[in-house]
């Protein structure tokens, strides 16, 4: 039998086995590893040695640093030092906390604290608003059938995969009084220009519209899967028993949607109380202490006047505001479950 006769071999080309044979490596040492681990602790404990990783990273960066941000939140001194911090209890959330009368901001013992608490609320209440409404409005139009819907539902999204730095170096060089592009826009068409981050009331205004913008598009998407989820049927039967678009936006996607507007709610919320890099960049919490909100007080009480302890005791008091936020949530999705 001649050798042309005999079956052929299919034959690997030097590229392929170049390509291959990295990953035959890999597999390889990852056997000579994980098998012996494997047979020390059992098949069934693989699990936790995967993980393993992640706890390590969790606990160094994460855990750590909170358990000794409680427990700077009791000590005093500007030294950074555990040893050369003194015990002091609980007279920082005391001193924190102290005012003569709640109502006027001047009595407080920490004046900016609460300003900067009043300034956050108002900031949570006009951004959430804000930001969940032209997230439900934007959610609506872009369920139903459009030209280029796809087109749209990614160009709404897309700034929040931007950094939030990014965005707030971009509306401020949009927003700057002498040399911003809409400034420009306003004097050619004869009018003078605004003093949009000079003026506390603008400053505020603008805060609230580029954080809106930055990240309604997460919310847009929360709402719409959750538009998506609500039966075409029922619409189908509205529309045969006569109801119009205020009828069934009210009596069928309102309803429907309770559940996903709750957790939109509730994150934009955790979110809003946590605000600081855009505000930081953008506005530095001027013009005074116009948009000096909670987390940049405690950035400025910790780093720039080196109160470790005050600073640490303003973060434990925004911790146990997040907690009862969560809770909230917890709350309200159980009672969704029940009901």
Not at 14 to 38: K, M, N, T
Request: hydrophobic share 50%; net charge neutral.
């Amino acid at each position: 039998m001649s050798t042309s006769d005999s079956p052929r071999r299919p034959m690997r080309t030097s590229i392929s086995g170049f390509l291959f044979r990295p990953v035959e490596w890999v597999l390889g040492l990852a056997d000579l590893i994980i098998l012996p681990i494997q047979n020390i602790i059992g098949t069934q404990r693989m699990a936790y040695f995967f993980i393993l990783p992640n706890l390590l990273i969790f606990s160094v960066f994460i855990l750590l640093p909170m358990l000794l941000n409680f427990y700077y939140g009791f000590t005093s001194g500007d030294s950074i030092l555990l040893e050369n911090r003194p015990f002091v209890g609980t007279s920082n959330l005391e001193s924190l906390l102290y005012c003569t009368d709640y109502l006027d901001l001047n009595s407080c013992s920490r004046d900016l604290f609460w300003r900067s608490v009043s300034n956050t609320a108002g900031f949570v209440v006009g951004q959430v608003i804000a930001m969940v409404g032209i997230s439900l409005i934007t959610a609506l139009v872009l369920n139903r059938k459009i030209v280029g819907r796809g087109f749209f539902r990614s160009v709404f999204f897309y700034p929040v995969l931007l950094s939030p730095v990014v965005v707030a170096l971009i509306w401020k060089w949009i927003l700057q009084h002498e040399y911003g592009l809409l400034n420009a826009l306003i004097v050619n068409v004869g009018l003078e220009k605004i003093p949009f981050l000079l003026d506390a009331n603008w400053a505020r205004f603008w805060v609230i519209a580029v954080s809106v913008w930055a990240q309604m598009g997460f919310y847009t998407l929360i709402l719409l899967a959750g538009l998506q989820g609500i039966p075409t049927t029922l619409y189908e039967a509205a529309r045969m028993d006569g109801a119009n678009a205020w009828q069934t936006l009210r009596s069928i996607t309102l309803p429907l949607l309770m559940p996903t507007m709750t957790v939109v709610l509730v994150l934009s919320v955790i979110r809003a109380v946590q605000v600081f890099d855009q505000v930081y960049v953008l506005t530095n919490g001027g013009p005074g202490t116009a948009t000096l909100y909670i987390v940049q007080y405690i950035y400025r009480t910790g780093f720039e006047h080196r109160e470790y302890g005050m600073a640490a005791a303003a973060s434990l008091v925004l911790a146990a505001a997040l907690l009862v936020l969560t809770a909230g949530q917890l709350l309200l999705d159980r009672r969704q479950d029940v009901g």
